[in-house]
């Protein structure tokens, strides 16, 4: 009984909590922020740019030159500078 009491104290010290924070007031300050950066770029068709706005992990899927081309006809289709 008593290695089983250790297994479980040993087990619940290794568990990783994840925390989920919904609609922290930082967050929404910072996606505001990325958002109205985003946008002005598409406005004056600097798609370079917006380059630094996207994780390494989008990158690993999507190049820059994909990238500047996914959003020249985003703003054709959809209006824009």
């Known amino acids: 009984m008593k290695h089983m009491s250790v297994f479980l104290y ?8 994840n925390t989920i ?9 910072e996606a505001e922020i990325i958002t109205t950066r985003f946008f ?4 004056k068709g600097d798609f370079k740019r917006t380059h630094t706005l ?3 992990k ?6 820059t ?7 020249n006809q985003a703003v054709n ?4 500078h």
């Open 10 to 17: 040993l087990f619940l010290l290794s568990c990783n909590i």
């Open 58 to 63: 989008f990158y690993r899927q999507t190049d």
């Open 54 to 56: 996207f994780s390494e």
């Open 21 to 29: 924070h919904n609609n922290r007031i930082e967050d929404k300050n």
């Open 65 to 71: 030159t994909k990238l500047d081309l996914m959003l």
């Open 40 to 43: 002005e770029c598409l406005e």
């Open 77 to 80: 289709n959809c209006g824009g």
